[in-house]
Protein backbone atom coordinates (compact mmCIF):
# COMPACT_ATOMS: atom_id res chain seq x y z
CA UNK A 1 0.00 0.00 0.00
CA UNK A 2 1.05 3.24 -1.42
CA UNK A 3 0.92 6.14 1.26
CA UNK A 4 0.43 9.30 -0.25
CA UNK A 5 3.18 11.75 1.10
CA UNK A 6 1.56 14.88 2.40
CA UNK A 7 2.57 17.88 0.30
CA UNK A 8 4.03 21.00 1.88
CA UNK A 9 3.90 24.60 -0.61
CA UNK A 10 2.51 25.91 -3.44
CA UNK A 11 2.47 24.23 -7.19
CA UNK A 12 3.98 25.80 -9.95
CA UNK A 13 0.72 26.17 -11.36
CA UNK A 14 -0.58 28.14 -8.31
CA UNK A 15 2.31 30.50 -8.69
CA UNK A 16 1.61 31.53 -12.27
CA UNK A 17 -2.45 31.84 -11.29
CA UNK A 18 -1.30 34.54 -8.33
CA UNK A 19 1.49 36.39 -10.49
CA UNK A 20 -1.62 36.55 -13.07
CA UNK A 21 -4.13 37.84 -11.07
CA UNK A 22 -1.59 40.35 -8.98
CA UNK A 23 -0.64 41.97 -12.56
CA UNK A 24 -3.90 42.15 -13.97
CA UNK A 25 -5.14 44.26 -10.70
CA UNK A 26 -1.87 46.06 -10.99
CA UNK A 27 -2.61 47.47 -14.59
CA UNK A 28 -5.78 48.60 -14.04
CA UNK A 29 -4.67 50.31 -11.04
CA UNK A 30 -2.35 52.28 -13.02
CA UNK A 31 -4.52 52.82 -16.02
CA UNK A 32 -6.87 54.42 -13.42
CA UNK A 33 -4.68 56.20 -11.77
CA UNK A 34 -3.00 57.62 -14.89
CA UNK A 35 -6.72 58.60 -16.27
CA UNK A 36 -6.88 60.61 -12.88
CA UNK A 37 -3.84 62.15 -13.29
CA UNK A 38 -5.17 63.47 -16.97
CA UNK A 39 -8.20 64.96 -15.21
CA UNK A 40 -6.06 66.39 -12.42
CA UNK A 41 -3.80 68.35 -15.45
CA UNK A 42 -6.56 69.08 -17.68
CA UNK A 43 -8.91 70.66 -14.64
CA UNK A 44 -5.76 72.76 -13.68
CA UNK A 45 -4.67 73.91 -17.00
CA UNK A 46 -5.25 77.64 -18.67
CA UNK A 47 -8.75 78.62 -18.75
CA UNK A 48 -9.64 79.49 -22.16
CA UNK A 49 -10.42 83.14 -22.91
CA UNK A 50 -14.31 82.67 -23.69
CA UNK A 51 -14.30 81.13 -20.62
CA UNK A 52 -12.61 83.83 -18.61
CA UNK A 53 -14.86 86.36 -20.43
CA UNK A 54 -18.09 84.58 -19.21
CA UNK A 55 -16.97 84.52 -15.98
CA UNK A 56 -15.97 87.88 -15.33
CA UNK A 57 -18.71 89.77 -17.76
CA UNK A 58 -21.28 87.02 -14.97
CA UNK A 59 -19.04 88.65 -11.69
CA UNK A 60 -19.67 92.19 -13.02
CA UNK A 61 -23.56 91.61 -14.05
CA UNK A 62 -24.40 90.40 -10.31
CA UNK A 63 -22.54 93.18 -8.92
CA UNK A 64 -23.99 95.92 -10.69
CA UNK A 65 -27.35 94.59 -10.17
CA UNK A 66 -26.41 94.21 -6.05
CA UNK A 67 -25.56 97.88 -6.48
CA UNK A 68 -28.46 99.23 -8.70
CA UNK A 69 -30.70 97.20 -5.99
CA UNK A 70 -29.04 98.72 -2.88
CA UNK A 71 -28.04 102.38 -3.72
CA UNK A 72 -29.42 102.55 -7.52
CA UNK A 73 -27.03 103.27 -9.75
CA UNK A 74 -26.82 107.03 -11.36
CA UNK A 75 -24.28 107.03 -14.21
CA UNK A 76 -22.60 105.40 -16.47
CA UNK A 77 -19.56 106.26 -18.77
CA UNK A 78 -17.13 103.58 -20.73
CA UNK A 79 -14.92 103.07 -18.06
CA UNK A 80 -16.43 104.37 -14.54
CA UNK A 81 -20.20 103.90 -12.77
CA UNK A 82 -21.31 106.15 -10.23
CA UNK A 83 -23.83 104.91 -7.67
CA UNK A 84 -25.91 106.76 -4.46
CA UNK A 85 -22.87 107.35 -2.59
CA UNK A 86 -19.96 105.65 -4.38
CA UNK A 87 -18.35 105.56 -7.21
CA UNK A 88 -16.51 103.14 -9.20
CA UNK A 89 -13.66 102.47 -12.07
CA UNK A 90 -12.08 100.40 -14.23
CA UNK A 91 -8.18 99.97 -13.89
CA UNK A 92 -5.71 98.51 -16.04
CA UNK A 93 -2.45 97.74 -14.98
CA UNK A 94 0.47 95.76 -16.37
CA UNK A 95 0.34 92.09 -14.67
CA UNK A 96 2.65 91.26 -11.37
CA UNK A 97 3.01 88.02 -13.47
CA UNK A 98 4.97 89.94 -16.24
CA UNK A 99 2.19 88.79 -19.00
CA UNK A 100 -0.61 90.76 -20.04
CA UNK A 101 -2.56 93.43 -18.28
CA UNK A 102 -4.84 93.42 -15.14
CA UNK A 103 -8.06 94.76 -15.19
CA UNK A 104 -9.10 95.99 -11.54
CA UNK A 105 -12.75 97.48 -10.36
CA UNK A 106 -11.98 99.59 -7.80
CA UNK A 107 -14.15 101.70 -5.62
CA UNK A 108 -13.51 105.33 -4.34
CA UNK A 109 -12.46 104.35 -0.73
CA UNK A 110 -9.57 102.18 -3.15
CA UNK A 111 -10.85 99.01 -2.61
CA UNK A 112 -9.94 97.06 -5.33
CA UNK A 113 -11.46 93.52 -7.13
CA UNK A 114 -9.40 91.66 -9.72
CA UNK A 115 -11.88 91.26 -12.49
CA UNK A 116 -9.37 89.66 -15.51
CA UNK A 117 -6.03 88.34 -14.68
CA UNK A 118 -3.64 88.44 -17.63
CA UNK A 119 -5.60 88.58 -20.83
CA UNK A 120 -7.55 91.98 -20.72
CA UNK A 121 -7.19 93.57 -24.01
CA UNK A 122 -10.02 95.47 -23.65
CA UNK A 123 -13.34 96.52 -21.35
CA UNK A 124 -16.09 99.47 -22.45
CA UNK A 125 -19.04 100.11 -20.99
CA UNK A 126 -22.61 101.99 -22.12
CA UNK A 127 -25.62 102.62 -20.57
CA UNK A 128 -29.11 101.35 -21.50
CA UNK A 129 -31.79 104.20 -20.99
CA UNK A 130 -35.56 103.59 -22.29
CA UNK A 131 -36.50 107.17 -22.28
CA UNK A 132 -34.58 109.21 -19.50
CA UNK A 133 -34.87 105.81 -17.24
CA UNK A 134 -31.46 103.97 -16.99
CA UNK A 135 -32.88 100.24 -17.45
CA UNK A 136 -29.56 98.75 -17.90
CA UNK A 137 -26.04 98.42 -18.52
CA UNK A 138 -23.82 97.06 -21.64
CA UNK A 139 -20.73 95.42 -21.04
CA UNK A 140 -18.15 94.38 -23.56
CA UNK A 141 -15.13 92.59 -22.76
CA UNK A 142 -12.20 91.68 -24.99
CA UNK A 143 -9.33 89.55 -23.90
CA UNK A 144 -5.98 88.01 -25.42
CA UNK A 145 -4.27 85.09 -23.75
CA UNK A 146 -0.49 85.91 -23.51
CA UNK A 147 0.70 83.87 -20.88
CA UNK A 148 2.83 80.90 -21.59
CA UNK A 149 -0.22 78.72 -20.94
CA UNK A 150 -1.60 80.14 -24.49
CA UNK A 151 0.38 78.29 -26.28
CA UNK A 152 -1.32 74.91 -24.76
CA UNK A 153 -4.75 76.43 -25.36
CA UNK A 154 -7.20 75.73 -28.93
CA UNK A 155 -6.86 78.64 -31.27
CA UNK A 156 -10.19 79.70 -30.66
CA UNK A 157 -9.48 79.97 -26.85
CA UNK A 158 -6.94 82.38 -27.03
CA UNK A 159 -8.83 85.20 -27.54
CA UNK A 160 -12.70 86.59 -27.06
CA UNK A 161 -14.93 89.81 -27.52
CA UNK A 162 -18.04 89.14 -25.55
CA UNK A 163 -21.24 91.62 -25.01
CA UNK A 164 -23.10 90.98 -22.11
CA UNK A 165 -26.49 93.50 -21.22
CA UNK A 166 -27.55 93.78 -17.91
CA UNK A 167 -30.68 94.57 -17.02
CA UNK A 168 -32.04 96.22 -13.59
CA UNK A 169 -35.42 95.20 -12.42
CA UNK A 170 -37.48 98.23 -11.91
CA UNK A 171 -37.71 99.83 -9.06
CA UNK A 172 -40.95 100.90 -7.79
CA UNK A 173 -41.34 104.48 -6.28
CA UNK A 174 -44.34 105.47 -3.77
CA UNK A 175 -46.41 108.28 -5.40
CA UNK A 176 -47.62 111.17 -3.22
Do not use: W
Not at 103 to 118: M, P, Q
Not at 145 to 151: G, H, W
Amino acid sequence: MNKLKKRCGVTLIETIACVVIVSTMAVSLIGVMQGSVRIATASRSAVGAPAEARQTLRLLADRFRELHETEGIIAVSAQSLRGGAHSYKFDARKSSSGNGTDLFLVDDSGTETLCVSSSYSDFRMAPIFLGTTLIGIELQLELQKTSADAATLRPNDRQAMMVNQVCFPPLLKAGP
